[in-house]
């Protein structure tokens, strides 16, 4: 999947350059379980193994987090306070796994960012999706 192309067109080849950054994260067991509650197949290995699973599964969320930290670290509180992240989580990662984020926002926009995560031990996408800094007295686009 071309991340820019299929989810944000306005980022096409003609629309000028892109800021990108980039971020790992290795989903440890111990990170998985803390983030989750107790009893699932997020945090229960027998869980997981009832329904098949190979092991733990991190939420897409937790995936999600690097990119969510770069965004952050981009656009700082008027993010926080206003920004939206639309994103799908169409892969797996399993605890012990590392993911790679990536976030590239159109120099030209400023506002508007593409997210990639891949988990770097299948070599899959794990979350895709965009994010949009809404400007203090702005109206967002519908």
Do not use: C
Request: net charge negative; charged share 25%; hydrophobic share 40%.
């Amino acid at each position: 999947m071309d991340v820019d192309r299929d989810l944000h067109p306005d980022l096409d080849a003609g629309s000028g350059p892109v800021s990108t950054a980039r971020r790992s994260l290795v989903i440890t067991e111990d990170l998985v379980r803390a983030y989750s509650r107790r009893g699932n197949y997020h945090s229960d290995a027998s869980q997981a193994e009832k329904l098949g699973l190979p092991g733990l599964v991190a939420q897409g969320t937790q995936a999600m987090g690097p990119a969510y930290g770069l965004l952050l670290d981009t656009w700082g509180a008027d993010f926080l306070a206003e920004g939206e992240i639309d994103v799908r989580f169409v892969g797996m990662v399993l605890a012990n796994q590392t993911v790679d984020a990536t976030v590239a926002i159109a120099d030209d926009l400023h506002d508007e960012a593409t997210i990639e995560v891949s988990n770097r031990d299948s070599g899959r996408l794990a979350v895709v999706g965009t994010a949009m800094r809404i400007s203090r007295g702005a109206t967002p686009a519908p």
